[in-house]
């Protein structure tokens, strides 16, 4: 393998200085010409233009770590931060509106400060109804929190995914370590909520597919059909490689773990246990290999790969596959460890001391021992999403002194229903997966009682944002997903009538269209259309 | 088109006296080499052995209508009174169980009885307990309907589905009409569902997928997953035809209605207006093609067909695609007008005759205006399709004096889940297709009421089977099947709460597997699963 194929991309900022390693004398870009995009203004992944216009390795910043990527690490730091700020800001802006609700002009003044500190106004009928005994602060704590969230999903755009061209380097790169498609399936509990952006590094629209189930317990029949989905694009239209092409579609799973309160902050679907944790996703994921291989004949197969997440630092394990693709939860390469070995070591060596742990992993002898090493392709994927996690335990150690102030849930609100792309943020959202709450009022329930020790018992209520999607290519199909959105909110109106009564849930209902960029689209609540 | 390949096939019986008209001198089983199995025992639809054993035209009866396949429809009959006769005795068998309760060996002789008429005992508890206060003659009859209907599906095959050749003919038939896969939705109504074995004489095999709805209002999405399924078999393994073959996915929606009580009769979910019902099926047919012409590229697209049931004396109307595929509800052959109007004549004159009422159909003018005629496949389906209809015609006049004296609903009991394969019969079941309650609650609801009039308020209960099925090549899939059954179980006492605690419901867990003649298989009630 030629390491000067291997993505790491950094766009020059003027703030990190790297050290420019010229590759030979040969323009990258040529030499790249099947792998990227050619564009003379854009560089593969690990590489950034130079004064001569050329690609070159990108050697990270001369004062720290040598795989960081200084520039995205700010960017997140940015996002994180103005986003944070917002939902933070809404409990002040709120005290002090509430301390004016009994002047006289309050309505006008109130509004001003929403304006002012939210962007956004608060609902007047709320407002006028304050004289009457005072001023309803569930119901505008549950509106803000809502309102705030699609707010920002409407304004910011993802910091990996503001240049488009970065999640074509990292498809064609997936597809260089021969994978076409790669579909991920975490925890949903709200600290992988940054998997793809922030632990991973990984652009949302080079992952085919996101589903996020308690405990990482994905739905292998649903699994089964996405993938006869991919594989008719690739057999009818060539897309993104031709039938014979020899690539396979992976799988991953992650699961997750605390490493400073195991036994407390850990996955609750698997009782805070990280081997149950572990085993139960390595389950799922031989269940749909076997399924695949099982129901389709001609040698169709699956791979593979388990991560698990420590979500007190986001470092992450990687599980290695042998030659077979069988993983174990005893072969695995500890990315944190990693880090901290290759420190002080120059980009090429800490990059070849990654791809050494993998292959000595790979040699795991006693419970851990596998068949022979992984391929090629999956090894140097590997070695790839180890580096990138480099940079976010670098970015933890950075903006969060190594450890997350909130190790546990601290989650804003609750997303019922597919889950969305936008504010791919830690701790802001717990997802709860369904498609009704008869299947999945065990996640619901979970939430709930989260909410109930974060606020309900401080007497705000859960706020709840229904969203589902819709293929508008469907006739029919926003319909349906605006019916399914009211469908839902009747079910956890009957659910938790208690709390609903006592305003203490506050449901937002979103649909929004299966097409990237698309925007939100609030449903109004009460146009009931459910029940025809 | 040759009508030679035309099947309609025909086993002699000894009875009937076809005459036999010989096809030219060359043998048949030659002529046909690539349509059909090449089994000298065996002819293709239509046809059948001579005392050569060469496949002949099979001429119909001389004493009757030139299309019916009179030993078919003997056997059909032969097939409806043994399942009617088993379930009508349930009844005058547990009155005399009851007359007995007050005796001293009452269990003894109440199961005598039992096994003697019913074929099956009764749950000893339920007659241990009898002399407390009085026997629990719901729970007995639940029992009763639901134990029969087991037996039943494990005894008997389906009158059509005897040979498996026959649904190989009839597969290899479609082919060449140009359709690789046929899937039908009608209505969920119980008086369809003898659509498949008797008012279209289909093998259950040769039709991929059944999937009822109330109103025929299929899932546009669901049915794109399965037309991607569909297809991505036949790009990967060639199974049924080529990906270059040029055939094509053929979706038939089926409404009903009731000639004799048309605004009374018909279909409930369109508040028995046929031009509704027929209408949105329509919608839903041209929102499928949609969804797969917008959704995939390189000109995919599905063939559809609309077909409407008198569900009073099982005659069809089919609606005709014009030259690009569209149909309209006012082009449309009536068949129980054609039936009349062969009657007379020779078997290849009522052929001839049914073919030029497609092409007349395809030529109406003023609101039902196409353009052009169907393809010459779908004109040969059309016809044929109509040929097999008027056997059933034949069959409810004899067997019904040409009107069934249950014109309105008197279903045995309420099936919820995807429907089963076994005891495809007129009137029999009330199907409430559904993966959850939350979803199907409307369904459901209506099966309520139905059942409310059939038994409940006889003081019997509505017995209902959860039926779900689960691909035994997938890990798991069995459990989450059977946890599906607990899961839709709770669902159903939670909303009939009152109902249930009556005892006027009474449900039966069935979980089966994919497999063709797989068995039905009992899930224990007190095992719960759900809610881990």
């Known amino acids: 393998m030629n390491t000067r194929n291997r993505p790491e991309r950094m766009k020059s900022n003027g703030q990190t200085a790297p050290v420019a390693m010229a590759m030979k004398s040969m323009p990258v870009t040529h030499a790249l010409a099947f792998s990227w995009p050619q564009r003379p203004s854009f560089c593969p992944p690990g590489m950034q233009l130079d ?23 700010a960017r997140l730091a940015d996002y994180e931060r103005t986003v944070r700020a917002r939902f933070n800001g809404i409990v002040p802006a709120l005290k002090r509106v509430s301390s004016l609700q009994h002047e006289e002009d309050f309505v006008k003044k109130g509004q001003e400060i929403a304006r002012e500190t939210l962007g956004f106004e608060l609902p007047v009928q709320v407002l006028d109804d304050a ?85 990482a317990m994905f739905d292998v029949e649903g699994n089964v059909k996405k993938w006869t989905e991919t594989e008719l694009r690739r057999f009818r239209e060539g897309v993104p490689t031709l039938a014979d092409a020899g690539t396979r579609y992976l799988k991953i799973a992650v699961y997750h773990f605390s490493s400073s309160a195991p036994s407390h902050e850990g996955c609750a679907a698997h009782g805070s246990n990280e081997l149950a944790a572990a085993e139960a996703a390595l389950g799922r994921l031989n269940a749909f290999r ?79 021992q596998g068949e022979g090493s992984p391929d090629a392709g999956m090894r140097r994927l590997i070695a790839q999403l180890l580096e990138n996690n480099c940079s976010q335990i670098a970015y933890v150690k950075s903006e969060h002194n190594g450890r997350y102030a909130d190790i546990g849930h601290q989650e804003k609100f609750i997303c019922v229903g597919e889950g969305f792309d936008e504010l791919r943020i830690r701790n802001l959202t717990y997802l709860a997966q369904m498609y009704t709450v008869e299947e999945g009022a065990r996640d619901l329930d979970v ?5 109930t020790g974060l606020n309900i018992r401080h007497g705000l209520p859960a706020p709840i944002a229904i969203h589902y999607r819709y293929d508008a290519s469907i006739p029919g199909a926003r319909d349906r997903a605006v019916e399914r959105c009211h469908r839902i909110h009747a079910a956890i109106n009957n659910r938790y009538k208690s709390l609903v009564e006592q305003g203490l849930i506050v449901c937002s209902l979103i649909v929004q269209a299966k097409a990237p960029d698309s925007k939100l689209e609030v449903v109004d609540i009460a146009e009931e259309k459910f029940g025809h």
Chains 1, 2 share one sequence.
């Open 290 to 368: 076997t399924a695949i291989e099982n129901g389709f004949c001609c040698g169709a197969s699956v791979a593979t790969l388990l991560i698990g997440v420590d979500t007190d630092n986001d470092s992450i394990k990687i599980h290695i596959p042998d030659s077979k693709g069988e993983m174990s939860l005893y072969r695995l390469v500890n990315n944190a460890e990693q880090f901290e070995q290759t420190a002080g070591m120059n980009p090429a060596q800490a990059r070849e001391h990654l791809l050494a742990a993998i292959d000595k992993a790979a040699k795991t002898v006693g419970w851990g």
């Open 447 to 451: 939430g709930i009682k989260i909410f």
């Open 131 to 215: 004289w009457v005994s005072s001023l309803d602060m569930k119901q505008l704590y549950g509106y803000s929190v809502l309102h705030t969230f699609r707010d920002l999903a409407a304004e910011l755009t993802l910091p990996l995914d503001r240049d488009p061209r970065d999640a074509d380097a990292m498809l064609r790169f997936f597809i260089e370590c021969g994978f076409h498609e790669v579909d991920v399936s975490p925890c949903a509990d709200g600290r992988l909520k940054g998997l793809l952006q922030y632990v991973l590094r990984l652009p949302s629209h080079a992952v085919g597919r996101v589903q996020s189930h308690a405990g």
């Open 51 to 73: 004064a001569r216009g050329e690609c070159v390795v990108n050697a990270g910043p001369a004062d720290g770590h040598p795989l960081i990527q200084a520039e995205q690490n």
